[in-house]
């Protein structure tokens, strides 16, 4: 279940971002003094941080209220408490000081420099017309209130995301899979000009900023080379699609005798899923069987709790179950970067929450354990990617047989049985994904070098070249709106990506080197609290005191790779 991998969900003008530049040339000082820039930079972030910290935390409040009503004083609460956040950060006066810092020569106290670089970056992207950003705030809460509010219309009876999904993971009528299908692709319609109008006022902030566009803008300010993100999203396609293909075949097979149906005839409602994004469940073993009646929240603490990660203070303030008008997907969210940190979810008692929940409240732990002596603006993840990866590699275990069995949810004879199936079930939602991924960015890349292009086109060319699915005949609807994530969340998808690749390397260094094992498939790391140890001291705890790469580097020896991803699910 990739579900949980979609929706980290935080405030994208909350996101710190971060490049790393220059700071001159050093000069030679008494040791344990300050610099008077260092001085002047340090009050500098004090006054900030007492303007900053309040409002954060009223302004995740709001969010998180928002996302459990629905209602539209909510988000409009929410809409003017991100104004007031932007405009602090368009100060021209401040940015112009973090330019008069940046450019001086003798601040070399390292997290002064580290907060510099964050700082400067955070500004460099608010650098526009107040009105600008208000204006994208609002149309980006009234879309999102719109995906909150929507329901699947089947001949007068409202559906609910998880209905929606149930009926497409269960039903083997093809023309009540097209219904459903088709039905819930009408929120496209609905937010489709909307977003189109977002992009563009996006793009032009970015442009007034010096970017291209607000796609190269937004990998720039989060430390990302776009020329490498694409050089890497080619490599990995080059790695992963004669196997993807060899999958997918395998999955038609399966689909032909399912639906009892030509090969010809499958269309995109006949894979279990609205986008193709996860795994089909064509292998033996259902794990949704596993967890009928299971209390899965109870499963993760308990899980969390035996690898020295326990969530019972986190637990007490989140909201997991369905409620009318309430946010249908998951997120996370750290409110004031001290301790409350709460999770959302819609939870029922299947394969795809548990991953889910295991997913979320990965999320969880790292915003909880980031050290609390660190100065504001660096208590934070290292980045999109690092937390992603935790939350993914914690996910995997949903269907791992081990962790089952270690879980007490199925006994040993049974976890023989199931094993191969288990893995064989991840391999495939890895490759699923990876090709998801795929479309997602190059869609989103495409979509700000041109939003004037007929992108109901594009959409589906990239399904077909990625996802080997068939466009239905005659369709030209904005299907590409239907994702939430376009919205919303812009051009973050391929951060999930290289989260992936974090995961495995991650896994494999944990399970070699702390676990002390060689056996890399059947591992679940249940009721090992040097787990829970080493992942606090060496990647939650330094926040974002290093650039990313460099504290994956510290952590695993090595600097992020994609080697272990295909060592655990291509080979």
């Known amino acids: ?214 796609h190269e803008m937004s990998l720039k300010v989060g430390e990302e080379d776009p020329a490498e993100i694409s050089k890497l999203l080619d490599d990995l396609d080059n790695l992963t699609k004669d196997a993807f293909a060899k999958e997918k075949a395998n999955v038609d097979d399966y689909y032909v005798k399912r639906y009892n149906i030509k090969k010809e005839e499958l269309m995109p409602w006949h894979y279990q899923n609205r986008f193709f994004q996860e795994a089909p469940k064509i292998y033996k073993v259902n794990y949704d069987d596993f967890y009928k009646g299971k209390d899965l929240p109870n499963l993760m603490q308990s899980y969390y709790k035996g690898i020295g990660l326990p969530v019972d203070d986190i637990f007490k303030n989140c909201d997991l179950f369905e409620k009318p008008g309430k946010n249908q997907h998951a997120y996370e969210i750290d409110i004031d970067r001290m301790g409350d940190v709460r999770v959302l979810c819609n939870v029922v008692a299947n394969e795809k929450w548990m991953n889910t929940l295991l997913h979320e409240f990965g999320h969880a732990n790292y915003s909880k354990h980031v050290d609390a002596k660190l100065p504001f603006f660096l208590r934070v993840e290292a980045h999109t990617l690092t937390t992603e990866a935790i939350a993914m590699m914690f996910g995997r275990f949903s269907t791992n047989a081990t962790w089952l069995m270690d879980m007490g949810i199925i006994n040993e004879d049974e976890m023989k049985k199931v094993s191969d199936d288990g893995f064989k079930a991840l391999r495939l939602t890895e490759l699923v994904f990876s090709r998801w991924v795929q479309v997602m960015y190059r869609f989103e890349k495409s979509m700000y070098e041109n939003p004037d292009q007929d992108l109901n086109k594009l959409w589906w060319d990239l399904v077909e070249k990625y996802q080997l699915l068939k466009k239905p005949e005659g369709r030209n609807e904005p299907d590409w709106a239907t994702k939430i994530h376009i919205a919303t969340f812009p051009c973050y ?79």
């Open 1 to 214: 279940m990739k579900l949980s991998k979609l929706f980290k969900f935080s405030i994208f003008i909350l996101m710190l971002a971060f490049i790393i530049t220059s700071c001159g040339k050093k000069q030679e000082e008494t040791p344990g003094t300050k610099s008077n820039s260092e001085k002047e930079l340090a009050e500098f972030i004090k006054n900030l941080e007492t303007k900053t910290i309040p409002l954060f935390k009223e302004m995740n409040t709001a969010y998180w209220n928002a996302s459990i009503s629905g209602k539209k004083e909510d988000f409009d609460k929410n809409a003017e408490l991100q104004n007031k956040w932007a405009a602090i950060f368009s100060n021209k006066d401040d940015f112009a000081k973090l330019k008069k810092f940046k450019e001086a020569v003798d601040i070399k106290d390292e997290l002064l420099k580290r907060q510099l670089t964050v700082l400067y970056n955070q500004y460099l992207q608010n650098q526009v017309d107040t009105a600008r950003i208000n204006a994208v705030n609002r149309m980006q809460n009234a879309i999102e209130q719109k995906f909150g509010n929507f329901r699947t219309d089947i001949n007068g009876k409202k559906l609910t995301d998880n209905q929606v999904e149930d009926i497409l993971v269960k039903s083997t009528d093809s023309k009540e899979l097209k219904e459903v299908w088709t039905a819930q692709k009408k929120i496209g319609t609905t937010v489709s000009a909307d977003i189109l109008k977002l992009v563009k006022m996006r793009n032009e902030i970015a442009k007034s900023l010096g970017f291209n566009n607000y």
């Open 493 to 571: 998808y391929h951060n999930y990506l290289l989260g992936d690749l974090f995961s495995s390397q991650l896994y494999y260094y944990v399970t070699k080197n702390i676990i002390k094992s060689e056996d890399y498939k059947n591992q679940s790391w249940a009721n090992h609290p040097e787990v829970g140890k080493f992942l606090i001291e060496k990647v939650f705890s330094p926040g974002a005191k290093y650039y990313w790469n460099e504290m994956i580097e510290k952590a695993t020896g090595e600097k992020l790779t994609s080697k272990y991803f295909a060592e655990q699910f291509v080979k």
